[in-house]
Structures are given as structure tokens and as C-alpha cells.
């Protein structure tokens, strides 16, 4: 894969003198501690456009035996301003064993500032390593004033069907000149994609990704040093709708788009003209209607006329037939100027990013010389716009593409941007002024992104082509990824459009089966495809959608020529991914195991796009739940330390924060694109409270508090909300209760079991960010909700949780991971639970599981810290519904067996789910047995127990923790086995070693000897590789 110069780039670091270290200082030695693996804000890439002026600070070390890597005793960081050649900030020596989630402690970064930094640190023995190698980041514009004169831009004038606009801007480079440096600063709504000179400035796709467009936009950096050329240039810009404008409205019938499916609707905001003229000073206006306009929100007068006038003020109150604003217009405007309105960025009850925003851009390009010379270009009428190729674009329902209407060469030097310019048709291009667009709200941020990019991860070739109805071509990916389907034809002549349909199952017939992309039986549309129409290209044609996205094992095709027969090269799958690390892998004897683990491991990448996903398909929102829930699972195979930072920004702009009853309510997703705050999909605790678990799980597994620090007013908000709100003698009722479970769960249960998991962090959280006053109070609320929990729920006839006399293994599970369960009668509701997985069989076989969203992963750590892992490996061999076997027993729907996890036990609805997934903790946590001590931060004590069951005869698992990578190996014959772990530098490390009835033959060279317990021989071992026989 190509390097993004997006997103990370090489900076000349400073001086030899500053960055070597004096020899009196360094003592670098072989085979000892090495810093590696610097990151930044969780990022390793060295990124571009970082949006924090302190961020946080992280570094690994390379794996080593030797004992000097036992203990980071100190560390020091230099941290130095590139382009001034200065030292910015040295801690100096810092007596402490922490490597991640270090503050920047220097003076506040600036905008545009270029940094290079390096790490060293004093081992075990208290020598000091080498200075690592530099990396380096650079800030963004932390300051809505740097964007200077850039205005938000758009085609004036144009219909929601008329086809997607491009953009265009030339200008030239002084010829005797060099130029040193050269950033481009973009943010498009819904989506965009930049050329310089025709060229691709990144790898990146679906830039810029979700947002509240009422709050915020991201923006995106540039690296365009290389891509510009002396003389002339050109600047290209195109634009799709995303999920900033989806409208079921918008059709094509001449390709068969007549019914666009989309779950959601944008809603269509203040839209109307001056009833009367309006002088200059006027701080009310008449208005033809005021329906759609929000107090607090925009309202922009005198939209036309390529928004030479244009004003947008803030709205103050809406009477019958006036908007008043403040400050007064400066101009006067005459009656019937076109006015609009925002949506609500003070969102009370709405889904405030569902408001509807036509596609616009800003920009800005920085172009420095070598003498320190420099040039600025800006987003402003000079750009030259047209309509495109891009016929629709729809995030739900697709896009139609006629190459017939594209203009060769237009983005590149010298191309022609007159009026009179041709596409390839022959038709008039039509280029004309840009026009001047309000922003999607005055109240709107331009934002950077911490998370990393989404990009094209791998390819897939069919394994297989059907034909099973003439005219209708069949590819199948062997695998059900989330991504783009990549076209190429040849000989076809100008004028064929194909239809490329993408589907996680397939009907009776062999075609495609669409059910599990789409909602809503019918009533929210039907359509969803891509269409490509040709040029008649000579060399043949490629093609992929550039601005949306679906889940897809199969791709029907047709349209083709009667006589034309595709080949594997027709259709290429291409899946795509935000681009986080790979955190871990696992892999063992049995085939049932290893394929569990592999369904799980698509569904989570197939989720994580620019924010996590529910599906790839029928709604593609951010429901919190979705991977709070599974993070014991997800996390062991990606790292989210940058993407977690991102998802709480979501959060806390998904916050209610209307002065109304609803104050401090998160939204069941975030961005909150439909449903609001209220009712059953509104307003949901364990939904809600991922506020305060996203900054939990970045301080338990990246030793991030600074997220915590950032965010803990909006985090104590939403305690306040529901404590004001919804507990009732410290007890919650939770109207989604168990989500997809498969019997039912009390909502009582569920909600008060997340309310004490919420409140019980916030005191950590509390107490790590200096809110000491706090930390007690909510140590003592969740002391109290302990309490409430098992006065209310607890049945001591049975010996058990019930609420009204109804049991579920959920409750049971909850009460057990969540420490809610007395000691004294922990092993009676294991043993309850255990009961109930046994005897629950609504479809026959067994043992299976219930639980849903809520109750599944507790109910796996349950199990396995009850020493029960029998009983999982039992679970997963279980064929009949609801099980894992059943997701992989072969059907005509899906031949084979499904490839990623369904959304639901019986297999209805979405076939890409991570709810479900949380099984894979226990590959990871169980059979590898790697997990992270009881009380620890960022892994840096482990626990290596690795769990023996049924007919597995070896696994193998690593994990990369803040400090280095964690491995484990073990293979058993017969009543022999050997374990060989591998415990990452300036880390400690508990090892169960299996005696499966026997003993260890001999101690490793530094492993201590603790004792035996429960068919372990248990060791503590400072870091290194250690091998372990047992017979």
C-alpha cells in the first residue's frame, strides 16, 4: 500500500547536536532496552493535522531477553519545533515506570507547528538507552480564524437531482522558486476527494467520515509539497452526498432507481424567501414560512446569486412569520431573496445531525518557498464549478455513474475550465463561478481527526462466477466484507449501463438476496445498487463507487451484452477499514474455534469504518452499545487508542444540551442522525453511558486519563441525568434490556447493572483527573446501587436474580462479572447459571446461550473466571439455534454457512454484527490465556492461564499491550504439554502453567515458583521468553 502523504510524512528533523545526546549522557548497550514504536494521540503514522496543542505521548519497546528490560526505572522526552530548529520542551529524567498516556508538558502547541521528538529511558539496572529514532506530528488550525478568507463553497443553484458537483482551481507556481512546503486544508460535507494535477493526494476513502454537521466538520491535511509543479496547476475537488444529504426524493428512473432505500431521511431545514425587503441594521425579517428554523441555530439570508450577499446570523426567536437574529444585517436585501435555515445545534429532543446539508467545501492551500516567501489559496467564487459525472449518490441506496459526461483531464494542468469546455460525449461541461455556501451552521467547528483513516485493506478475487438466470452474472468473494465492488469491462460500447448489486445471501435461484442490507419491509425503499454507465473507451474501462459502501459476499451483475462473458477480473471485492493497528491474532488445533474466531474478526473490521458501526448495510449508524459491549473482544485484535479519541467526540456532541429535562441524555447513537433522545431508541443507559466507558477503556487498556480530564463535565452530565432522570431508588429500567437476547431479560436489571458499571468508573476517572470530592461521592453511589441491586434483585430461596420472580443467564452474568454477587454466594449463581445454559433448548440440542447485547460477554467471563470454560467449549459446539453452528450450518441463503456474525441468533436481519462476537474474548483471554491483572492499567502486570479444554491440542496467541507484544504458545500430547510465553518488556507477567495432572519439569531461569492451585502450577516471571513442560 502506498504511503499517505495525507496523513503521515517525513520532516527533516533538527541538528545533529540536538538529537544525538551528548556520550556522557547515552549509554546505549546490545540486547537491551530499545524505544520503539513512538505514537502520538494513539497514532504511530506521524500524523498530519493533529487537533490537540498538548497531546499524549506513548512509546513501546522492541521484544528482548535481557533482564534489563525487567523495568522502565525512568524515562526522559525531547520534544523540538522543526522549522525553528529550537528545543520545545525536555521533561527531563522522570522517575517513574509509566510509557503511555504521558501529558506534552511544554508551553501550549500553535497551529501548523511541526514537532520531532524522541524518547529514551533508564532500564532495570538504571542505564539510559539510546535516544529513540525521531518521529514527528504536526498540529492542524487549532483556530477557526486560521482558515483566513476561506469560504465554504458549492454550485449555485442546484437541485438535489442534478448530478454531484466538481471543483476546480488553477494557479500558478513562481518558476524560480522552490517550493518547500505545501499544505492543503479540506473539509467536505458530506464527502470528498482532491487531485492535484490529476493525481490522488491519499489512499484514504470516505474522507472526511460521520459528523454532527451542526457541531462540527472534520477536515482533512495534505502533504502537496511533491504533487505541485512550477508554473501551472490545478487544484480538483469532487463531492458526494454521504451522510449529509439522504433523501429517498432523489431518483434516476433511466437506470431503475425509482425507490431509493435509506433507513433514515435527512430532515429538510428552513427553506423559503424575504416576504418583504429588509433594510440594512434589520435584526428581523418576514419570512415566506418559518418552519424548519431552530433559536440558536443559522439563518442565512439571500442565499442566491452565487452568494454574493449572503449573511448568516444567529437566530434569537421565531415568531408566526418572522426570524429575529443577532447582529443586525449588514446590507439590505429586497423581498423574495432566497433565505435558509440551519439545523439545531442545541439539540433538546432531535436528532440534530440528521438535518440536512447540501454537499460544500472549505479549503485552504499553503504553499511555502524556499526564502520563507508564501502563498495562499483559499475557497472562494475564483473556483471554477460543474456538474459532473456522478448522476446520483446516495449513502443507503448507491450511485449512478455515466463516464460519458466525464470531461478528460479536467483536475489537471492546464485543462479547460471555460464554459464552452466538452465532456466526452461531445455535451457542454458547463463550468461556471463557484458560489459562496453558508456553513452547515455558525455554531459548526472545523475539527480534526485523531482516529485514522478508512482505506482499502485487501482485495478479493471471486472464487466464484454463476450465471444463473440469463443476463444476470453472480460473483462470489468467499467472505462477506464490507467495501467497494471494483469493475472492469472491455469492448463494450458507449451507453451500456451495468447494474452491480451487492448482497450477504443469496435467494433460491441463485441471485442475489438483499434482505439483510435493508429495513424496514419495503416502507423505506427498495433500490440499492450501483450503476455504471460506459464511455466506449478503446482500453476498457475500470470504475468503483468513490462515496458509498455496503457489505457484500456476492455481487450480481447485469447489463452486460448477451455475448459478453466476464471473467474473475470483472469484479474485484475490495474491503475497506478504518486503518487501526493490528493488536493481536490467535489461532488453534480446532477448526470450529478457528472459524468462530475469523467470523468474529470480519465483523469487527467490517465495523470499523469512520466511527464503529452496527452494520454494513441497513443502517451504518454508531450505536454505542454495539462495541462497548464487545470491547474485550475487539480490542484484542485492533487498537483503538486513537480511534476511541475520536468516538468520544461523537459522544459528547450527541449530549443533550438543551436547558430542558432531557439536559445531559446521550443519544442511542452518536452522531445522532434519527431518532433523537427520547423513547425506547433515545434514551438508554447502557447505550448512553459509553461517556463515560470510551474514557474508561482508554485509561484500563492505553493508560490514557487525559480523555477523561478533556471530557469529565459532559461525563458528569450524563451521571447527573440519570440519577436526575431515570433511578429510582438507585434502580434503572432499561427499555432496550438485553438487546437480541434470546429469551428475556429484565430491563431493571440490565439498566441497574449499567448504571453501577458507569458510576463505578466515574470514580476512578474522578480520582485519576484530580476530582478527589467527586471520587468519594461516586464511590459511595456505587456502593449504594450495589446495595439496591441485590435488595431488589436478589432471591434467596432460589439463589438467584430475579425480578419478578423471572430468572435469565444474563442476570445471573451480570451480577457475577460486575462484582455484584456476595462472595459467600458467587459459586450458587455460577452454578445457577450453569443450570440454565443446560437446560435452556428452545429449539431442541444444547447447552446454549441467551445472552444478547448486554448479557453475552459477561456471560463468557463468568464462565471462564469460574474455572467453567467446559461449559464454553461445550456452547460452541452446539449446532442448533441459537449457537455459533447454527450462524455456520450451510443453507441456501448462504451455502457454506455465514462467513461473519449475524445480528440475531435465528439469523434474521443483518449478517454483519459484532453483538454477537463476544465469544472471542475467550479465544484470546481463555484458550491463549493473555489478559490483563485484576486492577492493572495498560497491561502492565499480566496474567498468562492459559485454559486446556476439549480435543485442542495447541494455540497460539499474542496480544501488543502499551509496552510491547505479550505471547503465548502451548501444544499438548496426550497428558505432556509445553507452554513457551513471551512477557513484553518493562512488564510482569503471573503464568498458570497446566499440570493437567502432572508437574513442571524444571523452573525457567528467573521464573519464581508461587505455588499450585486448581490444576496450575503458578509462576511470576519479569519479562522475556519462558518454556515451560509439564508431564
Known amino acids: ?66 533482564p534489563a528490560a525487567d523495568k522502565q526505572t525512568a524515562y526522559q522526552i525531547r520534544v523540538f519545533d522543526v522549522d525553528r530548529d529550537r528545543l520545545l520542551w525536555d521533561s527531563g529524567k522522570v522517575n517513574s515506570a509509566v510509557q503511555s498516556g504521558v501529558r506534552y508538558g511544554g508551553r501550549p502547541l500553535t497551529s501548523r507547528q511541526r514537532v520531532s521528538w524522541q524518547v529514551r529511558a533508564w532500564d532495570a539496572a538504571k ?79 470516505l474522507a472526511p467520515g460521520y459528523s454532527n454537521y451542526q457541531l462540527s466538520s472534520e477536515y482533512r491535511v495534505y502533504d502537496v509539497t511533491d504533487q505541485l509543479r512550477r508554473g501551472r496547476n490545478t487544484l480538483g475537488v469532487r463531492l458526494g452526498n454521504g451522510p449529509a444529504y439522504v433523501r429517498r426524493s432523489v431518483t434516476n428512473p433511466a437506470v431503475g432507481r425509482t425507490a431509493p432505500y435509506s433507513w433514515w431521511q435527512s430532515q429538510l431545514k428552513g427553506n423559503g424567501t424575504l416576504a418583504g425587503g429588509a433594510d440594512a441594521g434589520a435584526a428581523t425579517v418576514t419570512l415566506s ?186 460473483f462470489d468473494f468467499g467472505q462477506n466484507i464490507v467495501g467497494f465492488p471494483l469493475l472492469k469491462v472491455r469492448g463494450l460500447p458507449a451507453g451500456t449501463t451495468i447494474r452491480v448489486s451487492p448482497a450477504e445471501s443469496l435467494a433460491a435461484d441463485g441471485t442475489v438476496d438483499q434482505a439483510s442490507l435493508k429495513g424496514g419491509g419495503g416502507s423505506r425503499g427498495v433500490d440499492l445498487f450501483n450503476t455504471y454507465t460506459t464511455a466506449g473507451l478503446r482500453g476498457g474501462e475500470t470504475w468503483r463507487p468513490d462515496f458509498n459502501y455496503f457489505g457484500m459476499q456476492w455481487v450480481q451483475v447485469t447489463g452486460l451484452p448477451a455475448d459478453y462473458v466476464p471473467t474473475k477480473e470483472t469484479v474485484t471485492g475490495l474491503r475497506v477499514q478504518a486503518e487501526t493497528p493490528v493488536a493481536g491474532a490467535v489461532s488453534t488445533s480446532n477448526a470450529r474455534v478457528n472459524r468462530i474466531h475469523k467470523m468474529a474478526w470480519y465483523s469487527f473490521a467490517g465495523n470499523i469504518m469512520s466511527v464503529f458501526t452496527d452494520c454494513p448495510g441497513r443502517e451504518k449508524l454508531s450505536y454505542p452499545a454495539d462495541y462497548t459491549m464487545p470491547m474485550g473482544s475487539i480490542h484484542r485484535n485492533f487498537d483503538l487508542s486513537a480511534y476511541l479519541r475520536t468516538h468520544e467526540h461523537h459522544l459528547v456532541e450527541g449530549q443533550s444540551v438543551a436547558d430542558t429535562p432531557m439536559r445531559g441524555n446521550v443519544a442511542l447513537k452518536t452522531p445522532v442522525y434519527d431518532w433523537g433522545y ?66 428475556p431479560v429484565s430491563g431493571k436489571i440490565t439498566g ?45 430461596a432460589r439463589r438467584l436474580y430475579a425480578d419478578n420472580g423471572a430468572v435469565s443467564q444474563s442476570a ?75 450462524f455456520m450450518e450451510s443453507t441456501v441463503a448462504n451455502p457454506g454457512g455465514m462467513t461473519t456474525m449475524g445480528e440475531r441468533w435465528n439469523r434474521g436481519d443483518s449478517k454483519n454484527h459484532m453483538i454477537l462476537a463476544q465469544i472471542e474474548e475467550w479465544f484470546h483471554a481463555g484458550l491463549a490465556g493473555i489478559r490483563a491483572a485484576d486492577g492493572t492499567v495498560a497491561y502492565r502486570e499480566l496474567v498468562i492461564q492459559p485454559k486446556v479444554v476439549g480435543d485442542l491440542t495447541f494455540v497460539k496467541g499474542h496480544y501488543v499491550t502499551p509496552q510491547g507484544t505479550a505471547r503465548s504458545e502451548w501444544k499438548r500430547d496426550g497428558n505432556r504439554l509445553r507452554l513457551t510465553v513471551t512477557v513484553p518488556p518493562n512488564t510482569t507477567a503471573t503464568v498458570h502453567v497446566p499440570t493437567l495432572g502432572g508437574r513442571v519439569t524444571g523452573t525457567p531461569h528467573r521464573a519464581k515458583f508461587l505455588r499450585n492451585a486448581g490444576g496450575y502450577a503458578v509462576y511470576q516471571v519479569p519479562s522475556g521468553t519462558y518454556a515451560f513442560t509439564t508431564r
Open 1 to 66: 500500500m502506498k504511503r499517505r502523504t495525507a496523513l503521515g510524512l517525513s520532516l527533516a528533523v533538527p541538528s545533529a547536536t540536538l538529537l544525538a545526546g551528548s556520550p556522557a549522557s547515552a549509554h546505549g548497550f546490545d540486547g537491551g532496552l530499545r524505544v520503539v514504536g513512538l505514537r502520538v494521540d494513539g497514532r504511530e503514522d506521524q500524523p498530519l493535522g493533529l487537533d490537540s496543542p498538548v497531546p499524549v505521548l506513548s512509546w513501546r519497546f522492541a521484544e528482548t531477553s535481557s
Open 127 to 205: 542505564k539510559a538507552t539510546d535516544w529513540s529514532r525521531a518521529s514527528t506530528w504536526e498540529t492542524g488550525l487549532l483556530d477557526q480564524s486560521d482558515w483566513g478568507a476561506a469560504r465554504w463553497i458549492e454550485y449555485p443553484g442546484r437541485a438535489e437531482t442534478q448530478p454531484m458537483p466538481i471543483f476546480a482551481r488553477q494557479f500558478t507556481i513562481d518558476a524560480h522558486r522552490k517550493v518547500v512546503r505545501a499544505r492543503l486544508y479540506l473539509s467536505g460535507v458530506g464527502m470528498h476527494l482532491a487531485t492535484v494535477n490529476g493525481r490522488s493526494l491519499t489512499d484514504e476513502v
Open 289 to 474: 414560512s418559518v418552519t424548519g428554523y431552530h433559536v440558536g441555530g443559522t439563518v442565512n439570508v439571500d442565499t442566491g446569486g452565487g452568494g454574493d450577499n449572503l449573511e448568516s446570523r444567529v437566530i434569537t426567536a421565531i415568531g408566526a412569520d418572522s426570524v429575529t437574529f443577532t447582529p443586525g444585517l449588514s446590507k439590505p436585501h429586497p423581498a423574495g431573496a432566497t433565505v435558509t435555515g440551519s439545523g439545531n445545534n442545541i439539540a433538546a429532543s432531535d436528532a440534530s445531525a440528521g438535518a440536512a446539508v447540501t454537499p460544500r467545501f472549505i479549503a485552504r492551500l499553503e504553499i511555502t518557498y524556499a526564502g520563507g516567501k508564501e502563498t495562499v489559496i483559499v475557497s472562494d467564487r475564483a473556483w471554477r464549478t460543474a456538474l459532473g459525472p456522478l448522476i446520483t449518490d446516495a449513502w443507503y441506496s448507491g450511485s449512478d455513474h455515466d463516464a460519458r459526461r466525464d470531461q478528460p483531464g479536467w483536475d489537471r494542468a492546464g485543462s479547460d475550465l471555460s464554459a464552452a469546455a466538452k465532456r466526452r460525449d461531445g455535451t457542454v461541461t458547463g463550468w461556471i463561478a463557484a458560489g459562496i455556501a453558508p456553513p452547515p451552521n455558525l455554531a459548526t467547528k472545523l475539527v480534526g481527526r485523531t482516529a485514522p483513516p478508512i482505506v482499502i485493506a485487501d482485495r478479493y478475487e471471486p472464487v466464484a462466477i454463476t450465471n444463473p438466470v440469463p443476463g444476470t452474472w453472480v
Open 678 to 743: 427520547t423513547g425506547r431508541f433515545g434514551d438508554e443507559i447502557n447505550w448512553g453511558n459509553a461517556i463515560i466507558l470510551v474514557p474508561g477503556f482508554l485509561r484500563q487498556l492505553y493508560g490514557d486519563t487525559e480523555t477523561a480530564a478533556r471530557y469529565y463535565e459532559p461525563m458528569v452530565r450524563f451521571a447527573d441525568y440519570i440519577a436526575r432522570q431515570k433511578a429510582v431508588g438507585n434502580i434503572v429500567d432499561a427499555a432496550l434490556a438485553d438487546w437480541v437476547s434470546a429469551e
Open 752 to 796: 441497574t447493572w449499567g448504571y453501577y458499571l458507569m458510576i463505578k468508573e466515574l470514580a476512578e476517572l474522578a480520582r485519576q483527573t484530580g476530582h478527589q470530592a467527586d471520587a468519594a461521592r461516586y464511590t459511595a453511589l456505587a456502593a449504594d446501587i450495589k446495595t439496591a441491586f441485590n435488595a431488589t434483585f436478589w432471591d434467596p
Open 812 to 886: 445471573q452474568a451480570l451480577a457475577l462479572d460486575a462484582g455484584l454477587v456476595p462472595e459467600p454466594e458467587r459459586q450458587a449463581v455460577l452454578d445457577g447459571l450453569i443450570a440454565m445454559i443446560y437446560a435452556f433448548h428452545p429449539n431442541g440440542g444444547g447447552p446454549h446461550f441467551s445472552g444478547g447485547t448486554i448479557g453475552m460477554a459477561p456471560t463468557v467471563r463468568a464462565l471462564s473466571a469460574g474455572g467453567r470454560d467446559d461449559v464454553l467449549w461445550d456452547l460452541i459446539h452446539s449446532d442448533e439455534q441459537p449457537s455459533y453452528g447454527y
